[in-house]
């Protein structure tokens, strides 16, 4: 899976994924343009559709019928160590289900159990997947 990042002007970047194109940026006040959301956004953004997307998909397996479902996702930075370093510190994501009018709640507790271990966002937080960055001068 490999996507691109084309540089623009001051922190704008366009990304394409696939057949997509999406734009990251920051806000004016962080140097950027505000043509779209941060880096840091995206990265919320899909931790939430992963977590998401997994307990769905769980909900669907075991024909467990919903009304409504919503993903918020909160995360916090803090300025951190003596160099004061912007760092993300911690994700609270919150999933509101409805389910329809006389629907067990077996299933969905069978879910609440198991989903997460199913989202690959969830390992690279948690494992610390290596990162690896390599400079090509051209």
């Known amino acids: 899976m490999k996507v691109t990042l084309n540089y623009s002007e001051k ?8 057949h997509f194109k999406v734009h990251l940026d920051e806000p004016e006040s962080f140097h950027g343009t505000d043509l779209g ?3 840091i956004e995206y990265f919320l953004i899909g931790t939430g559709g992963c977590i998401g997307g997994t ?4 909900l669907q397996k075991h024909n467990v019928e919903i009304e409504s479902f919503k993903v ?4 916090t930075l803090q300025h951190i160590g003596p160099k004061k370093r912007l760092k993300l ?3 609270d994501i919150e999933l509101l289900v ?5 629907v067990s ?11 997460q271990e199913y989202c690959p966002i969830s ?13 090509i001068s051209q």
């Open 123 to 135: 390992d690279v937080i948690t494992q610390k997947i290596p990162l690896n960055v390599k400079v």
């Open 98 to 102: 409805n389910l329809i009018e006389g």
């Open 37 to 39: 959301p941060s880096p």
């Open 11 to 18: 922190l704008h970047f366009e990304a394409s994924a696939r």
């Open 55 to 58: 307990f769905i998909f769980c």
């Open 89 to 91: 510190v911690k994700i």
């Open 105 to 115: 709640k077996k299933n969905l507790d069978l879910c609440i159990k198991t989903f």
């Open 72 to 75: 918020i996702v909160d995360g």
